[in-house]
């Protein structure tokens, strides 16, 4: 906020002295248009701070060749407002901090893997059309609560398969998200398109996860 601060200055300068047809000399005229050109040639290239929708936290936030990627906790608390609630913190993975745009969440500090969004259970009636699913592929990793919540429910399921294209959100999702035994997880980055035409292996399911504009 600083640097727009100074260029809008130094270009007020500038406006107000021409409309007022103040005398003024060149070299003054010379660093209030540097100051002006200067402030917004920094505030474009110099990364922005990062801020938290209201009521939450920032975990992390990671810029990656595809997306800003931010981790971000939603604090509940208790009806007096003084203490923090543990059970019901939500953790949700977002992109550029828009909170509209929810990637999953969980309820990291439940003892056992909670999954907090329902919008997420549906993916379950894939198995109505192919019970007892061995093997599955998801394109689009987000924060891996489609093959999570498969592992769950199928356990004789030996494998699933995430094609993601971006880095950071594998890394994040690793880190943040994936609380438990998921080692049947596994991971490559990629074009999701690319690795499906390539895959030497048959599934079972395949879901599509990606649906946002860089995907």
Known sequence: TVLPACGAWALGALVRAKL??????????????LMAL???EL???????????????IVECEESAYHDVGVIEQLMNTPDGDLRHPFWTERYMT?????ELVLGGIYPYRPRY???????????????WRPDPR????????VAVVPAEFLLAHPRMYQVDVLEIDDAVV???RQYFLKGPFEKISFTIGDGRVGLAHSPHAYDIIFLDAYTAAA
Do not use: C, D, T, Y
């Open 95 to 99: 992109f550029n901090l828009n909170s």
């Open 38 to 40: 200067g402030s917004l």
């Open 20 to 33: 007022e047809a103040e005398p003024m000399a060149r070299h003054a005229r010379g660093v209030l248009w």
């Open 171 to 173: 890394r994040l999702a």
């Open 114 to 128: 909670s999954n907090a969004l329902m919008f997420s259970e549906p993916v379950h009636l894939a198995a109505l």
């Open 43 to 57: 505030w474009i290239l110099l990364p922005a701070g990062h801020a938290a929708p209201p009521g939450n936290r």
């Open 135 to 142: 093997r599955m592929l998801v394109v689009g990793a987000g």
